[in-house]
């Protein structure tokens, strides 16, 4: 992988794009397991500082799985942390005090509940049928599965797949008119993220900024 | 080992993914894929800001038509899977779930995730009402929570509960009699037991005629 050589040879751009790419992949990974977006901040950091001095020295055997080598690399750490948890008994309040903006910031937390019902009772008014609300019901709250609720339903898997897109694009544009971002780039990833990837990666240079000042 | 390029796979390894239901292989595989497929994570998100959505209109839409409580009780139980719901009682009253017989109404709390004290004013009805308080915490908020409502004046403590956790979607699910308050103000104040931050939320109780 080109990233990982060019890292190996020195390259800081390297190392910044190697973060960017995957920084919000495995938060969301970790955050997915933890429930606790400090945590999964703090493992993500570490986890980048091991991997980018891996890859300075070139000890990442195979650079074609660097997505894989870089969660398993995290999950390594979360599980270390986990080991070692109850051995401390408090946090320290430096350390919350220095992610509270990100708590603030992050993804779904800017979506009110009244709003969200109000977006999702627009959803569900806008389904033709009785049947189309039964479907999103049975997938998103029963966590029944397509090929059953098909079955129940008397639906097919084109039918079903219809009913959950429109559901799906209309939180996406429901979402970008709340937060006025234009139709193009109505993309709840970008929405959602653009944010929170923002502050990650500046939380992330900057500590790994004064982390690479110590190491050299 | 699995063709996670398949749309039918992926959106069966999603929908098992959002419900902790894939195996650890499959997990192992499926996060993997993730790595590469940020997309994917925007599908997932998708979903999950669904069925919150979901969840919070069936909670609002069984008090509007009338659902007497075993439906609404079927239901908290029937979405035990996607939203785990901690019902519990507060203080001495008999507010425990089995002895619920139906709910008047639905308060929701957004902010207590605030650094900064906010005001809620409820209304109080002349008569008995049970209310459910929906408190949307931070996604960073692992809980188990300690939740504490006191009189803001006196300090009086009305009501608490212990180790209470959030539902799938973030929200702490709090059963009340409306018996317990008087007009004025009460200070509502949650701490994460996990990360032992608290937050303090002003509650305000206000009669019907809108005055303390």
Redesign the interface.
Known sequence: MELLHAIALGSKDAERLLVEK?Y???F??L??Q??????SEDICQETFLKVIEKARSKEIRNPE?I??F??QTGINILIEHKRSIARRK??SSDT?DQ??H???S????H????K??E???Q??RELPTERDRTI??D?????I??KVICQQQGVS?AHFDRVLFR??QR??QA?AIKLNVPPGEC????I?STLLTYVCLSQWMKIYGSYSERLF | MYDLDDPEVQQNFAHRYIHNLLEADEQVAFEEYLMEHPKLIDAIETDKLLARGLSLVETTTSKQTGIQRSSWLGWLLAGASVAYLSMFAIGSLPLQTKQLDGIDRVVYIDDIRSADPVQKRILLSSRSEKMVLMLSTDLGQAGPFNIKISQLDSGDLVAETKNAKQTETNDIVILLNTELFSPGKYQLTTKDSSSQVQTTTIIEFVDEKGEQ
């Open positions: 995957y919000k992949n495995l969301f990974i955050r997915s933890t429930q606790d977006n400090s945590l799985a997505g894989a870089i969660r408090t946090y919350i992610h509270e990100l708590k603030q992050s993804t779904l937390h979506i009110h509940s009244a969200l019902v977006i999702t009772q959803i569900i999103l019901h997938f998103f709250l029963q966590g599965e397509k898997a559901a799906r939180l996406k979402l993309n709840l990833y970008h959602l």
